[in-house]
């Protein structure tokens, strides 16, 4: 499928084949052991190809694949927007899948000048950087227009009690994340999950691109912390506010100041927190 293919905003996520599996286990519930099939979450090798060449892989969730590679490719800076990605293909062996990606020579030659030879990202950080100063990710400055319409707290509490109800992977492992969008009254537009939480939120950026959706429009709702990586996903995504279920880390609350983006911990219920 063509990158710019536009799903459908509505449409509800599917389990798609691969995504999840049944093993055979053993469970003590009350003091008794009892044999039992249960559904896990799938988590694959998927390397990111730009023009031939290898520049990451990521363990990940085998699902919107086209939506994680988009998101990916814009959160990292590879491409500036989508109309830079030419060409897409998947392709799928024993090892794992590789997101084959044609990308504008201009934007070719800059990543080659950058390589680093990427390995993969942890939960809590980067593997592959060579030097502290790749470690901190530069975010732009959110434009005015972006974050001068306040939100209402009670459309970000609606939102993120709407995420739950669609997070169909989750309720059968309990082993993912879950990263959503909504308009400014609180109706969720995407929901995409993986078994991590910046997989899911590539996933969403690139499932609101392909959409045409404006992110300046919207708010990021996120099942997960929100640490400094997440932040600066979701400023180079030019979304204005970030909210998530659980706790913020100080650099995190730095890099929102930093690109002028409302950031938000602990929603839950109609309780929140807001940090910047």
């Known amino acids: 499928m063509h990158p710019l293919a536009s799903p459908d905003p509505q449409e509800a996520i599917p389990i798609e084949t691969g995504t999840e599996s049944v093993r055979d286990a053993r469970r003590l519930r009350d003091g008794h052991w009892v044999n039992t099939a249960d559904s896990v979450a799938q988590e694959w090798p998927i390397a ?23 998101g990916f490719s814009i959160t990292e800076g590879i491409v500036e927007h989508v109309g830079e990605i030419h060409d897409f293909e998947i392709l799928v062996s024993s090892m794992g899948i590789t997101v084959a990606m044609q ?12 390589r680093r030879g990427l390995a993969g990202r942890t939960g809590c950080g980067l593997c592959g950087v060579e030097q502290l100063n790749q470690a901190r990710m530069t975010v732009p400055r959110l434009e005015p227009t972006a974050t001068q319409n306040r939100f209402d707290p009670i459309a970000v509490a609606s939102a993120v009690r709407a995420l739950r109800a669609l997070q169909p992977l989750h309720d059968l492992t309990g082993a993912t994340h879950a990263a959503g969008f909504a308009d400014r009254q609180g109706v969720l537009l995407h929901v995409r999950e993986d078994v991590g939480r910046h997989n899911a939120l590539d996933k969403l950026i690139g499932a609101l691109l392909r959409s045409r959706l404006d992110p300046t429009q919207g708010m990021a709702l996120i099942t997960s912390r929100a640490s400094h990586e997440m932040v600066a996903k979701a400023a180079r995504a030019r979304i204005p506010l970030l909210a998530a279920v659980s706790g913020v880390t100080g650099l995190a609350i730095d890099t929102a100041d930093e690109a002028g983006l409302c950031l938000l911990g602990f929603v839950r219920g109609d309780d929140l927190t807001v940090y910047a």
Request: no cysteine.
């Open 48 to 70: 990111l190809q730009y023009n031939g060449i290898g520049h990451a892989v990521m363990l990940a969730t085998p699902n919107d694949l086209e939506d994680f590679a988009i």
């Open 103 to 114: 990308i504008a020579s201009a934007r070719f030659d800059a990543l080659k000048q950058r």
